[in-house]
């Protein structure tokens, strides 16, 4: 069988089990199809080797096995995996082609995330500062990012955003904003669920806008625009407008910056991140993934009614301070 025909197999495995459109979010796979694909891959290999798209592949059913509950087994396939991305690093850069960074950023995440669902927190964190040192400097920066973020930046101060560049309305800076919740969008041109994310933020902004919800849309330069078609940055900016005007139309008002650096600070190698901070600056929730619109409502509620009970703790702080 040729790597064409196993990478089709890998794209039937990944839709089934972990595609990226909102109606198959939550299918997952059955441990025989893992098995199944495992001595796939052990057939593969025994023949021809490894290459980058079956790394690729192994990197996914380690998180099929994670999906499963299956928290060792998929953290050791993960760490083979990663061993086997470091021996083809000895022969190409890492970001030389897709393939390669996107099975070892997935078997640094499975590994980190099944010591976390194992209760070895500070074994997931020390895993993900390592490889970050590492890899820092490369496309794996957002990834890690984002697995550190889940781990720790709930209850921790939001990392202000860049706004030198930016479409639509002139952003403000976060500090400025402080008293009023904030939802962070991030998106991409490129994003199918991002559209599909569209109209839910519309809504659930029509609703508490009024209530002193503030909207910001973060996205980034990718070097591509239509097609593909490799873009200098200004074509690339005025695409992004063109896709913001026909897709996000309901979102006019929404400020746009635009910068890699608000992606790598939030780790939002998946779009969209939502990210929500209450009024005192703090992230309240972060969350990598489309939201429905009953449970992206539940969490500005959240954010949104605290404002007034908030307002009580203190005087009542105040009160107490006086006696």
Request: with cysteine; aromatic share 6%.
């Amino acid at each position: 069988m040729d790597m064409r025909a196993w990478t089709s197999k890998l794209l039937i495995l990944g839709c089934m089990a972990w595609g990226t459109a909102a109606a198959a979010q939550k299918a997952v796979p059955s441990p025989r199809q893992v098995a199944q694909a495992e001595a796939q891959v052990q057939a593969y290999r025994a023949q021809h080797g490894n290459s980058p798209q079956l790394l690729q592949f192994m990197s996914e059913i380690a998180r099929a096995k994670l999906t499963l509950g299956q928290n060792a087994a998929a953290e050791s396939y993960a760490r083979q995996t990663e061993q086997l991305c470091r021996q083809e690093l000895q022969r190409r850069s890492l970001d030389a082609e897709p393939q390669l960074p996107l099975a070892l950023g997935a078997s640094l995440e499975v590994q980190a995330q099944a010591r976390a669902a194992n209760g070895d927190r500070s074994g997931a964190l020390a895993l993900l500062r390592s490889a970050l040192r590492e890899y820092g400097a490369t496309s794996l920066r957002p990834r890690l990012q984002k697995n550190l973020n889940l781990l720790t930046l709930e209850g921790k101060p939001a990392p202000p955003l860049v706004e030198g560049h930016y479409l639509g309305p002139k952003p403000l800076p976060l500090s400025s904003l402080r008293g009023r919740p904030i939802l962070l969008f991030f998106w991409a041109h490129w994003c199918l669920d991002c559209k599909h994310e569209e109209p839910i933020i519309s809504r659930l902004q029509g609703e508490f806008a009024p209530k002193g919800l503030v909207l910001l849309g973060p996205t980034q330069l990718y070097g591509y625009a239509a097609y593909g078609q490799t873009a200098a940055p200004p074509a690339e900016r005025q695409y992004i407008d063109s896709i913001r005007r026909q897709y996000y139309a309901d979102l006019s008002n929404m400020p746009v910056p635009v910068s890699k650096l608000n992606f790598d600070r939030y780790g939002a190698s998946t779009t969209p991140t939502l990210v929500l901070i209450n009024r005192r600056g703090v992230v309240a929730m972060y969350h990598p993934g489309v939201l429905s619109y009953d449970e992206l409502r539940a969490e500005i509620e959240k954010v949104i009614a605290p404002a007034a009970a908030e307002g009580r703790q203190r005087l009542s702080g105040d009160a107490k301070a006086r006696r």
